[in-house]
C-alpha cells in the first residue's frame, strides 16, 4: 500500500481563496515532499520539509509537518486558475533508503 | 532540471510481447526511479536504482525487471506484456548531496492491447 495519502481527492475553490491539501503517512521519514502535476506532464518539485522541521514557505506556499501525527498540509495562499494542477506528497523512511513513495493526489481546480 | 529523456514517449503493443522503456539522464544523478501513473492509484514505485548495477524493488514490482549498466541509462523491461501494465511510466532522478528532490522525466505512454 501507499505510503502517502492525500485528502481530499479533489478540491475545487474559486481563484484568489486558499486551498489546503493533506497528506498522511505511514513510517517514519527522513522527509516530505510536495509535487505538482499539470494534466500529463511530469512531475515538478515544490518545497521540501525535513522531519526536524514544522512549517516551511515558499512564495504563496505554505508547509506544515506534525511528525506525531505523521501528517502534513500544504497550503497555497491566494490561489491563481495556473495554480489547477494536480499536487501529490512524497516521503522516503528515515532509513535513509531514498525510496521514495507517493500519495494518491489531491486534484485542484481553480476556478476563475 | 537533470535532462531526463525518456523513449519511447508512446508505444503501442501487444499482450505477450518484450518492452523496454529508456531513462537517460545527464546530470550524473546516483539514484533513478520508475513509476507507473495510474487514474485513483497517483505514482507508484516499480523499481529504483541507487548506483550502477545496484537496483531495488518498489511497490509493484512484479512483471518488471530493471537494468542499470550505466549511471546515466536506466531500463525498464516488461518481459510479457499483459493489459493491466497499460500505463503511463514515469523515469525520476534524485541527487541526495543536492538537496534531495526528484526530478521527473515527460513520461512514457504504454499501451498494451
Known amino acids: 500500500s501507499q505510503q502517502g495519502e492525500e485528502d481530499p481527492q479533489a478540491l475545487s475553490i474559486q481563484e484568489g481563496e486558499n486551498a489546503t491539501m493533506n497528506c498522511s503517512y505511514k513510517?517514519?521519514?527522513?522527509?516530505l515532499q510536495w509535487y505538482r502535476q499539470n494534466s500529463g506532464r511530469g512531475l515538478v518539485h515544490l518545497i521540501l520539509?525535513?522531519?526536524?522541521?514544522r512549517e516551511k514557505h515558499s512564495g504563496r506556499l505554505r508547509v506544515t509537518l506534525d511528525t506525531s501525527k505523521k501528517s502534513s498540509s500544504l497550503l497555497i495562499t491566494a490561489s491563481r486558475a495556473a495554480d489547477t494542477a494536480s499536487y501529490f506528497c512524497?516521503?522516503?523512511?528515515?532509513?535513509?533508503?531514498?525510496?521514495?513513495?507517493f500519495g494518491t493526489g489531491t486534484r485542484l481546480k481553480v476556478l476563475a | 532540471d537533470a535532462g531526463i529523456t525518456q523513449s519511447p514517449r508512446h508505444k503501442v503493443t501487444e499482450t505477450g510481447t518484450p518492452v523496454t522503456l529508456r531513462c537517460h539522464q545527464t546530470?550524473?544523478?546516483?539514484?533513478m526511479y520508475w513509476y507507473r501513473q495510474d487514474p485513483g492509484h497517483g505514482l507508484r514505485l516499480i523499481h529504483y536504482?541507487?548506483?550502477?548495477?545496484?537496483?531495488d524493488k518498489g511497490e509493484v514490482s512484479d512483471g518488471y525487471s530493471v537494468s542499470r549498466s550505466k549511471t546515466e541509462d536506466f531500463l525498464l523491461t516488461l518481459e510479457s506484456a499483459t493489459s493491466s501494465q497499460t500505463s503511463v511510466y514515469f523515469c525520476?532522478?534524485?541527487?541526495?548531496?543536492?538537496?534531495?528532490?526528484?526530478?521527473f522525466g515527460e513520461g512514457s505512454r504504454l499501451t498494451v492491447l
Open positions: 520539509i525535513r522531519s526536524n522541521e
Open positions: 512524497a516521503t522516503a523512511k528515515s532509513s535513509g533508503t531514498y525510496k521514495y513513495i
Open positions: 546530470e550524473n544523478h546516483r539514484y
Open positions: 513510517t517514519s521519514i527522513n522527509n
Open positions: 536504482s541507487y548506483g550502477v548495477k545496484d537496483t
Open positions: 525520476a532522478t534524485i541527487s541526495p548531496l543536492q538537496g534531495g528532490e526528484l526530478f
